[in-house]
């Protein structure tokens, strides 16, 4: 649904904090996630990642300059405070 992609943009987008891929297919699918969870949520990270980085960085998506890295069976996103502004 759309609210619990929103809440899980809303982890996502808590600056320096892992979020693991089990708390984002909780937030998505509550105690049951569907078997193509993992999947269906790398898929989301991507498209959040061409998203964010045109805003965020002069480089295309998925460049150096991307704010949103996997890390540790999650992601972590990294802004400057200059693009939390």
Same mark, same amino acid.
Request: aromatic letters at 2%.
């Given at each position: ?7 899980? +943009?809303? *982890? ?5 904090? @892992?979020? =693991?891929?089990?708390?984002? !297919? /909780?937030?998505?699918?509550? %105690? ?6 993992? +999947?269906? *949520? ?5 498209? @959040?990642? =061409?998203?964010?980085?045109? !805003? /965020?960085?002069?480089?295309? %998506? ?22 939390? !502004?």
């Amino acid at each position: 649904s759309r609210a619990s992609s929103i809440r899980c +943009l809303r *982890l996502l987008t808590a600056p320096d904090k @892992l979020v =693991t891929l089990d708390e984002l !297919a /909780t937030v998505l699918w509550g %105690a049951s996630p569907p078997l193509s969870a993992e +999947l269906t *949520l790398r898929s989301r990270v991507s498209r @959040l990642r =061409t998203v964010l980085a045109p !805003a /965020t960085t002069n480089e295309p %998506a998925g460049g150096a300059g991307n704010v949103l890295h996997g890390h540790d069976g999650g992601y972590l996103i990294h802004l400057e405070s200059a693009e939390l !502004a």
